[in-house]
């Protein structure tokens, strides 16, 4: 399952007396072509500094995955990956991955990397994913149209209730804009966005042990009446129940879009794609006024079978850097370190320093079939909000989602 790829030796002259064998092996990694705005930066210094090489692959992330999933089954699997945090337990289930359980408590700073990455890369009671780029979820608001609407712009939403009455506020504004954005049609989004506002109010939507469906509750029933509630205020746009995510942070960017929730990507393409947009970035908050998060990104993981742990060890040291965690936080990446993050968002825009707070609370779930449940787009999930949310019968979406999240759940364990 390894691939080192010896880069030959050579004989060298040692200060002119006598010769010495010098071998350089060179790790292959992929990444999504997410991180590609930091990762050749991250690699060049690493290479600058090691014998051993990192030769790095970028691949769309559509692919990746499937990619992978090939390539480890045909034995042509790279030796390192940047991974979706969220596909690290069942490629690990599938023993596909390295356990990097006593490579990751024998760092120093094991205690202050970032949680939802650890929840996410844990199967089985063992590590298999390591921290590696991150995002978090957060809320943003358009201090413009809250000016306009007679509300404090630098007093964003901080409960349900704020949200509600903001949103409502600014839709009385009239014509195209509108209070509250979020993609109705798409899976994905919603696990980023809405998960958090069960999670604020200390439920979720399967048990820890990740054995029962949770999702016929109060708490989860309460989030989706907060977005009825601003349906039922014309707080948001028609468009939106059939968004499959095409609009996820366009819609917020037009101007026209008084609250959304998004990723903390989203401070770095406001700066640079929209900067006349006057913006604020808080937390999602639940109902009373409980922050929660989503956190994304990707994890670290390593192919099983890679024999070369040494180097696996170095490259970890060397991302967890300060100096490393600072050139990926300045390219919009939130640092997964804890006791470096301030340090690391030195002299950045400071909503990053909101995002990296909310990644700290953050939570990511931790399941083989997190694709079934909460990605696919004839999934439980996506059937449950549109039908919860849009229909006429809570209690019977409710209900379905209960049997066939526990139907998936039942299958894989």
């Known amino acids: 399952m390894r691939r080192l790829v010896m880069r030959g030796s050579a004989l060298a002259l040692v200060l002119g007396a006598g010769t010495a064998l010098s071998a350089q092996e060179t790790l292959e990694m992929w990444a999504r072509t997410d991180v590609q705005n930091f990762l050749p930066q991250v690699v060049e210094a690493f290479n600058a500094t090691h014998e051993t090489q990192i030769e790095v692959q970028f691949i769309p ?8 999933a090939t390539a480890a089954a045909g034995g042509t699997a790279p030796d390192i990956l940047s991974l979706d945090l969220i596909y690290t337990p069942a490629f690990a289930a599938a023993g596909q991955l390295a356990d990097l359980t006593d490579l990751a408590k024998g760092l120093p700073y094991f205690d202050q990397l970032s949680p939802a990455h650890l929840q996410a890369g844990t199967y089985d009671g063992r590590i298999y994913g390591l921290p590696f780029s991150a995002d978090s979820s957060v809320l943003l608001w358009n201090k413009d149209l809250y000016a306009k609407a007679g509300l404090d712009p630098e007093d964003g939403p901080s409960n349900w209730e704020e949200i509600l009455a903001q949103a409502t506020a600014v839709r009385a504004l009239g014509g195209d804009v509108y209070g509250y954005y979020f993609s109705g049609a798409c899976a994905g989004c919603n696990a980023f966005t809405f998960l958090p506002y069960i999670w604020a109010q200390g439920s979720d939507i399967v048990s820890p042990d990740g054995k029962s469906a949770n999702i016929d509750t109060p708490e989860a029933r309460a989030a989706v009446d907060l977005y009825r509630q601003l349906l039922a205020a014309d707080a948001i746009p028609p468009s939106a129940e059939t968004d ?25 393409i406001l700066n640079s794609q929209y900067a006349d ?70 002299g950045v825009d400071t909503r990053y320093g909101v995002a990296t707070e909310a990644m700290a609370q953050g939570r990511t779930p931790s399941t083989v079939v997190y694709n079934d449940i909460y990605n696919s787009a004839t999934g439980p999930w996506l059937q449950f909000l549109q039908e919860a949310i849009y229909g006429d019968d809570v209690d019977e979406a409710a209900a379905i989602a209960q049997e066939t999240i526990q139907s998936i759940l039942d299958g894989a364990n």
């Open 61 to 68: 992330p559509g692919e990746l995955v499937q990619k992978f």
């Open 244 to 268: 499959t995510g095409s609009a996820f942070f366009s819609a917020f960017a037009t101007g026209n879009i008084g609250i959304a929730t998004s990723g903390a990507f989203a401070i770095g």
């Open 277 to 346: 947009m006057n913006y604020g970035v808080t937390y999602i908050p639940g109902p009373d006024g409980t922050p929660s998060s989503f956190g994304g990104g990707d994890n670290f993981v390593v192919t099983a079978g890679m024999e070369n742990m040494d180097a696996v060890r170095q490259f970890v040291d060397h991302i967890y850097s300060p100096e490393m965690q600072t050139l990926m936080a300045q390219f919009g990446s939130l640092p997964v370190r804890g006791d470096v993050a301030e340090q690391a968002l030195a």
